[in-house]
């Protein structure tokens, strides 16, 4: 009788696991998962989508984030399987325990409440009512009690979450903001990037993030086999002319679903279904973290995938190039490289005077990294880079903090780091524990091709690695060589001295108070880069004249539990509470844009760096930026920066 076919389900994307949460006993141990990832796998098929295909056997990918099988040996020499992870620290004891619960996360929408014994266990547990019914996707609102009260322009910033530490000296809170316009719109929208991400390759650009770009180019971008740099190759001619016109910009868009990017992308633009506008990405000037004018970001391009270049890569792509050539939103881009923001906050834990506020992801820099991703990390700076890192969370850990009113810069806390939990692989089988290569089936699909992998340590081993250790996120191999034919897969670290170098040019020259360790931590995207519009929508600072009371009143007007007339407060009575509350039950409306003509832009007031690029090809000056006396240089005399040889 033949084998059955294997097949692979994908985990959950959504997971609420808490890597920390390990066994206090040496009695019990990791083991392998497999036996469990097969029967939560056939359990899910037969009860969630029915009888089982004939000559087919199941089994997830892996648990979901967070989660790990560890065993218990009994006395007659049977192995125990107990399931960690959960945030309550209470184990599962049988996959019969565990398998609401892995619905709860397959299933998950905002308001959903889960069935399973450790989230009902004491009546209520991280913020969730007991439930009283099966795993379903009614929507609650939660109650006021148990999530953060913010404001309208906090959006759980850490000052308010420090408040609330102070205040209780103990908590352990799932973070909801049902009362938060800002809130309630990026839920929906980060569970949507967090799905897509999974699911597109590394190298392809994410909404958010600093990039390299040009416009437009007769030709393709190639290495120059002789020096390294980077140039226009027209295949006409089939020779090597000038260097493409790099731009630093913020990228605001991305293809739509339908038109995914692959490898072919990379190197040219091969034919598609849609225009430009649709199957490339929008990108828009970046104009610096102390800009006070913002008008520059009012200025974008739809571009092709083989127009943009990871902003890491900058020395190599700017190699060759005079300094006083560069456009200046290249250095607006370096100069908020030492910036960071939490991605999706879903937990807060603490003790007084310390804290840990647990995140989806972040941005460092000029990237944004999400649970599950692969990144570059250098253990060590006197030697090149082996190593990569396979993200499990992204923790803010606050300690020393102080019992005084007040937020979280200056004295008012001591120490405050980034910290990522998770795996180490390396390339290097000198710095194995186990000095066995890992299956390549059983590795991220972005580590293959590379070479063998190993394990730092034990493979169930989860460690923690500082902000300053993450160099990037790893690209797939075939990627990097069509970026850059004399790459050598063996060696991780091109791009990594750009990054050290551009976050110690960040650190001077960001004129904004740094929190931990050189970073400018803020509570978004937005902030992190001083923006002022995103994508053509305003994204600065709110109003002041805002009344975040009456946003509250709308929200709970849509929510449908609006009150009689008689019971209407003050703020309902509002003229404009009722205009908010139609304005927002209708259907959105499209984007109303208009584009910057060239007279408008001429006439702006960005335009004197931009005019001094163009014409006098000298170091411009931008608004609210010191000089350029000490601004950062490529190389050497001949400023082209020459390739480190390194060998293994």
């Known amino acids: 009788m033949s084998r059955p076919v294997l097949e692979i389900l994908k985990a959950p994307d959504f997971s609420d696991g808490d890597s920390t949460h390990r066994p206090d006993t040496d009695a019990r141990f990791p083991i392998d998962p497999e036996p469990v990832l097969k029967a939560v796998a056939s359990k899910w098929i037969t009860e ?45 004891r049988s996959i019969e325990q565990f398998f609401p ?24 547990q991280l913020g969730r009512k007991a439930p009283t019914g099966k795993v379903r996707g009614a929507r609650r609102r939660a109650p006021a009690s ?27 809170w799932s973070i909801e903001e049902h009362q938060n316009m800002d809130w309630r719109g990026e ?32 030709g393709e971008i190639r290495q120059d086999p002789s020096s390294g740099d980077f140039r226009v190759f027209h295949p006409a001619t089939r020779t090597l002319a000038g260097y493409p016109q790099w731009v630093g910009g913020v990228v605001t868009q991305a293809p739509i679903s339908e038109q995914p990017i692959s490898f072919e992308d990379i190197s040219r633009e091969p034919d598609k279904e849609y225009a430009v506008t649709s199957s490339g990405f929008r990108i828009e000037w970046y104009p610096g973290p102390n800009a006070r004018d913002k008008n520059l970001s009012k200025r974008y391009s739809h571009v092709p995938m083989h127009h943009v270049r990871p902003l890491a890569f900058w020395m190599e792509y700017m190699a060759g190039i005079p300094n006083e050539e560069w456009h200046p939103t290249i250095r607006n881009c370096l100069k908020a490289m030492s910036t960071l923001s939490m991605i999706k906050r879903y937990r807060l834990r603490g003790a007084r005077p310390a804290a840990k506020i647990y995140a989806k992801g972040c941005f460092l820099g000029a990237e944004a990294l999400y649970a599950g991703d692969i990144v570059r990390v250098s ?33 008012n806390t001591q120490r405050m780091s980034i ?10 089988p000198r710095r194995s524990n186990t000095h066995i290569p890992i299956d390549p089936l059983d590795l991220h699909p972005v580590m293959r091709g590379y070479g063998p992998w190993f394990y730092v340590g034990l493979p169930s081993d989860i460690v923690t690695v500082d902000h300053s250790q993450i160099l990037g996120r790893l690209f797939e191999k075939q990627a990097m060589e069509l970026w850059s034919p004399r790459y050598r897969s063996t060696v991780l670290d091109m791009g990594c001295k750009g990054v050290l170098e551009a976050r110690e040019y960040a650190t001077k020259r960001d004129c904004r108070a740094k929190h931990a360790a050189g970073l400018y931590v803020a509570d ?21 004249e805002l009344d975040p009371n009456l946003w509250q009143r709308v929200l709970v007007a849509l929510d449908g539990t609006e009150k009689d007339e008689e019971e209407q407060s003050p703020a309902e009575a509002d003229p404009k509470f009722a205009m908010m509350t139609r304005a927002l039950n209708q259907d959105s409306s499209e984007d109303s844009q208009e584009d910057v003509t060239e ?22 000056t931008q608004n609210g930026d010191e000089g350029t006396s000490d601004e950062l240089q490529v190389s050497s005399a001949r400023k082209r920066y020459k390739f480190d040889r390194v060998e293994i």
Request: glycine share 10%.
């Open 48 to 92: 969630n989508v029915g009888d089982a295909e004939p000559g087919k056997a199941y089994i997830l990918d892996r648990l979901p984030a967070g989660y790990t099988v560890y065993g218990g040996s009994r006395g007659s020499g049977r192995v125990d399987k107990y399931i960690y992870g959960h945030p309550s620290h209470r184990p599962f």
């Open 101 to 124: 619960h892995f619905c709860y996360l397959a299933l998950h929408r905002d308001g959903d409440v889960c069935e399973c014994g450790p989230c009902t266990m004491g009546g209520k």
């Open 146 to 172: 148990k999530g953060p009260k913010v404001k309208e322009t906090s959006r759980a910033s850490l000052p308010t979450l420090s408040t609330l530490l102070r205040e209780d000296g103990n908590l352990d």
């Open 187 to 218: 839920n929906e929208m980060v569970r949507e990037v967090l799905h897509l991400v999974s699911r597109q390759p590394s190298f392809v650009p994410r909404v958010g993030e600093l990039v390299l770009w040009c416009d437009e180019i007769d």
């Open 379 to 411: 253990l060590d700076r006197e030697r090149v880079v082996t190593e990569v890192f396979k993200i499990h969370a992204v923790v803010t850990r606050i300690e020393n903090m102080a019992t005084s009113e007040g937020d979280l810069s200056g004295e």
């Open 419 to 428: 910290e990522f939990h998770g795996s180490i692989f390396t390339l290097d």
């Open 524 to 544: 978004s995207r937005a902030e992190s880069l001083n923006l002022g519009t995103f994508n053509g929508i305003d994204v600065g600072a709110p109003d002041p």
């Open 599 to 620: 007279d408008e832009w001429e006439q702006g007031t960005d335009l004197a760096a931009i005019a001094a690029w163009n014409k006098k090809r000298d170091h411009p």
